[in-house]
């Protein structure tokens, strides 16, 4: 079947197409070129007008994992209101901050998004993490595996083992927990909180192993190059949440070295200490040092404002944010001695000094970050808010005069210790898709994601193009997957299975042996029984079984150096 999706404005920026009128052909849920003339076109629609975008695609999102489950099962309260009834068509569902499965999948495909990857996978929790993806609808998926507070990794630092044995490590546990990338949060500090230390900078050292943060980093930053996986290690840095916090940020970035490094919902971690509040915004300091170092890549993790959940592998700083949790309940525990969750709800406000100057910093590292390429949108879901608010960021991204109206509504005293009304930047539809379409997909290696040249798989989304950037991102008028139409007029109207992405690096499966005599002694699951198998995947996706069904995309690795 050959689908021509005729006289769209197409922002493509993969492929340096901004804003021009093209024509785009679909044949079997590819992206082709334009067939010869008088060739059969089945099904055609007319765009004129229209603007036209690959699927968007969230790089960190937490969509699965126990610490979702946690957020689900702790707070009842969050579902009550936003249930979603059973249809013909759609499963019933609930939740505001943190939603159901299907109710996920189902609000992602409806603002049109296509990919959506979950940034921090415990090990021990992959299989239950995968099991949960698998069974949100309509987007592709991934996840990025934890490492940097795991006994055995910080036990071969400390023995100062060969950097190849490292390096099939970490090989090693992406192959076995199925992942695209991997995750550093609080480096060395979730485990240093088990041995009684409450804070963790990052030339400081883990009072039981005697290594530093800035040792992790470097070594996981490395090995990640080395083994030629497209997403640079993905940093959650020291000291989230913690005014003076841009201090260790800006740090990080001079330690990379010129290694690749993505630093994630860096809002958090961009805080000073100025003013009588002693709370202040590093923004500007921290986007100068960004702008001179294109090795590092970064996304914001915006707050908005309103009821949301905080769900985090760190145990350390969750703990410090318990006595702001609302409601007054929480979770941090524990796992496997190898890592920690911590869950707390939390209300943002906007007459609150620290949470308007938040929101504020956010704003202001999105403009003035210059090379949209390097930074991408994300509410760090649901940390920031709930991922829904993206029409409502980018409004606030593209014009100008109503982020300043949104600005003069909050705390006096932090609509004074921010430079955002001096900010004349509005973004642009070809930076918007690249930081929600080509930026990300580039990023994370997904090859035939986040663009519309031929041979992308055909994730389209295509909107009116609305004065109001919220209400056209809100509602995209069609949402394809794979060239079947998902989507139409903001509403689900096809309900279909996205795939699994994961990077498989080489290693020397000789390591397998250390590591078979290790989880024996310490862990509570037998080695052959903590890794997941392609085949569970692929049941936890679309129940085929056997054959190739497309459940599992792997991504290209370099060659190992």
Not at 316 to 321: E, K, P, S
Request: net charge negative.
């Amino acid at each position: 079947m050959l689908i021509k999706f005729t006289g769209g404005t197409v922002y493509d920026p993969m492929n340096g197409v901004d804003g021009e009128v093209r024509d785009i052909y679909v044949q079997d849920g590819r992206i082709v070129a334009e067939p010869q003339p008088g060739t059969r076109i089945d099904e055609e629609y007319s765009l004129k007008g229209q603007v036209v975008m690959a699927g968007a695609i969230d790089p960190h999102s937490h969509i699965g994992g126990g610490k979702v489950t946690i957020g689900r099962m702790m707070l009842p309260e969050d579902h009550i209101g936003n249930e979603v009834a059973r249809t013909e068509l759609l499963r019933s569902g609930c939740g505001h901050a943190v939603p159901s499965t299907m109710t996920t999948g189902y609000r992602y495909a409806e603002m049109g998004y296509t990919a959506a990857f979950e940034p921090a996978m415990l090990p021990a929790n992959a299989r239950q993490a995968h099991l949960e993806m698998g069974d949100t609808p309509m987007i592709d998926k991934g996840a990025f595996v934890m490492l940097g507070n795991d006994d055995f990794f910080l036990r071969a630092l400390a023995e100062k083992r060969d950097f190849e044995f490292i390096k099939d490590y970490i090989a090693w546990t992406m192959h076995a927990s199925q992942a695209l990338a991997v995750k550093i949060v609080n480096p060395g500090g979730i485990n240093a909180f088990k041995f009684n230390q409450r804070a963790l900078d990052l030339d400081e050292k883990n009072v039981h192993y005697g290594v530093t943060p800035r040792d992790i980093i470097l070594t996981l930053a490395r090995g990640m190059k080395e083994l030629g996986v497209p997403h640079p290690i993905h940093i959650h840095g020291c000291n989230l949440g913690v005014p003076g916090s841009m201090h260790s940020t800006l740090a990080t970035i001079r330690a990379a070295e010129g290694l690749p490094l993505h630093l994630t919902h860096i809002q958090f971690h961009s805080y000073g200490t100025e003013g009588d509040m002693k709370f202040s915004s590093g923004a500007p300091q921290i986007a100068e040092l960004l702008n001179q170092n294109p090795n590092v890549s970064i996304d914001i993790g915006q707050i908005m404002f309103g009821q949301t959940c905080t769900a985090s592998g760190d145990s350390m700083r969750q703990y410090g944010n318990t006595k702001s949790a609302d409601p007054k309940k929480w979770v941090v525990m524990d796992i496997e001695c190898d890592n920690g969750c911590g869950v707390v709800p939390m209300k943002y406000r906007d007459k609150s000094y620290v949470n308007a100057l938040q929101w504020a910093i956010g704003l202001e590292l999105f403009l003035l970050v210059n090379d949209p390429w390097r930074i991408f949108l994300t509410t760090d879901h649901p940390n920031g808010a709930p991922f829904y608010y993206y029409p409502h960021l980018i409004r606030l991204l593209m014009d100008r005069t109503f982020r300043n109206e949104m600005l003069e509504k909050l705390h006096p005293g932090a609509q004074a210790a921010t430079i955002l009304k001096s900010l004349d930047r509005e973004y642009s539809l070809y930076e918007i898709a690249v930081m929600t379409r080509a930026g990300p997909a580039k990023s994370l290696g997904l090859h035939d994601r986040g663009h519309l040249g031929p041979g992308a798989s055909a994730d389209i989304t295509i909107y009116e193009d609305l004065a109001d950037r919220e209400a056209m991102f809100k509602t995209p008028l069609l949402v394809f997957k794979s060239g079947e139409l998902i989507v139409k007029n903001g509403q689900v109207v096809k309900v279909v299975a996205g795939a699994t992405h994961v990077a498989r690096p080489d290693y020397d499966t000789g390591i397998e042996k250390t590591l078979r005599e290790y989880f024996d002694r310490y862990h509570t699951v037998r080695l052959d029984n903590f890794r997941v198998s392609d085949q569970e995947i692929v049941d936890s996706n679309c129940g085929h079984t056997g054959g190739e069904c497309g459940c599992v995309i792997v991504q290209p690795t370099g060659p190992r150096t």
